[in-house]
């Protein structure tokens, strides 16, 4: 059958590995706003994946056309962008860390069998955890940093405008907020940055540790009461896609490889940076101060002694 695809629709494909709910949002969110006029699902559960495409299919005349099929490796070869989401999830009390033996080795199969057929591709990582999946899949496919890039803080910083926007009655898409650094324990809140159009946010500490803390603990806060996370992520991945196949050059916080960045070289990390076709064209240097630099510095360590201990 041949679909027809929507006047806004450049050809373009955006596949995706691990369809769990992270996946599954992703894929769903990516063919409610047209994002790409391909969209293939792979997972090592192949009945899941199908069954995904399927139910999406069936909505196809309520969206118009995108092209949405479940596939194996072999899709990746025509990519743009391929996705990754496959791999265990945090459960109730286990951090993000926890996750890092069990994904990296299902990670080092995953990256074989994509780059086997497919050298031209942008990798959307966002499998936990995030920062150090990044950093080895960079190392293990060759390609260059540019186009290896994991989810980094996005979301994070997304929920940090979201809460600071809540607390001052603003649209958090009028707020200028960064988290960066590690997705996850260590993140850092660059507080002294934070504005609402250039001007000063004015919350006291108490307040500033309040929304931070609610920021770092949303995800156990989730996973408590739901299992997982989904909506917003698939919302920050799509945005990802949209700066790349739109070749927007968005500022996004983005997990990328960093040499000399504040004191930090060799290791992936979350910071603002510079998103268009190529992927990430440029990382935008942060003037951190004095506290937000040491913070930022030992979530580098934290991560690059994790990775020590996977090498
Ligand atoms: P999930 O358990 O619902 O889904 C994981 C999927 O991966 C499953 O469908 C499983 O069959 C598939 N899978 C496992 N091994 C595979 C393999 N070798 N090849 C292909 N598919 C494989 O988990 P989830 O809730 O969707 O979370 C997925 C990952 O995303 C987790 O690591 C989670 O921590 C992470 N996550 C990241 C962010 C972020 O901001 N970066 C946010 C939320 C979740």
């Known amino acids: 059958m041949k679909m027809v695809n929507s006047a806004a629709l450049k050809p373009s494909r955006v596949v995706i590995v691990g369809m769990g709910a992270v996946g599954t949002t992703t894929g769903y969110t990516l063919m409610l706003r047209q994002r790409s006029s391909e969209l293939a699902f792979v997972d090592v559960n192949h009945d899941k994946a199908t069954g995904e495409m399927l139910d999406m299919n069936h909505g196809l005349p309520f969206t118009g056309g995108v092209k949405v099929w479940a596939g194996d490796y072999s899709d990746c070869k025509d990519a743009d962008i391929i ?35 497919n050298s031209h591709g942008i990798l959307l990582i966002a499998t936990n955890p995030v920062d150090i ?77 309040d929304i931070f803390d609610r920021t770092k603990n949303a995800a156990y806060e989730i996973i408590n009461a739901k299992g997982a996370t989904s909506y917003a992520i698939a919302l920050a991945l799509d945005r990802i896609v949209a700066a790349i196949l739109g070749n927007e050059g968005s500022v996004l916080n983005v997990s990328t490889l960093l040499e ?37 510095q030992s979530s580098a360590n934290k991560l690059k002694e994790q990775i020590a201990g996977l090498e």
Not at 170 to 194: F, M, Q
Not at 262 to 288: F, H, K, M, Q, T
């Open 260 to 296: 000399d960045y504040n004191g930090v070289s060799d290791v992936y990390l979350g910071v603002p940076c510079v998103v268009d076709r190529n992927g990430v064209r440029e990382i935008l240097p942060l003037p951190l101060n004095e506290t937000e630099k040491v913070a930022f």
């Open 133 to 209: 999946l990044s950093y080895t899949s960079w190392k293990q496919s060759g390609w260059p940093a540019s186009r290896v890039i994991g989810s980094g803080t996005l979301l994070d910083s997304a929920r940090f405008r979201y809460l600071i926007g809540k607390n001052k009655g603003i649209d958090p898409r009028s707020i200028h907020a960064h988290i960066i650094g590690e997705h996850g324990d260590s993140e850092v809140p660059v507080w002294s940055l934070a504005n609402i159009a250039g001007t000063n946010l004015e919350l006291d500490e108490e307040t500033q540790q």
């Open 83 to 117: 996705i990754i989401t496959a791999g265990a999830s945090q459960k109730p009390g286990e951090t993000r860390i926890d996750l890092l033996k069990k994904n990296a080795s299902i990670f080092k199969e995953i990256i074989e069998r994509i780059t086997e057929v």
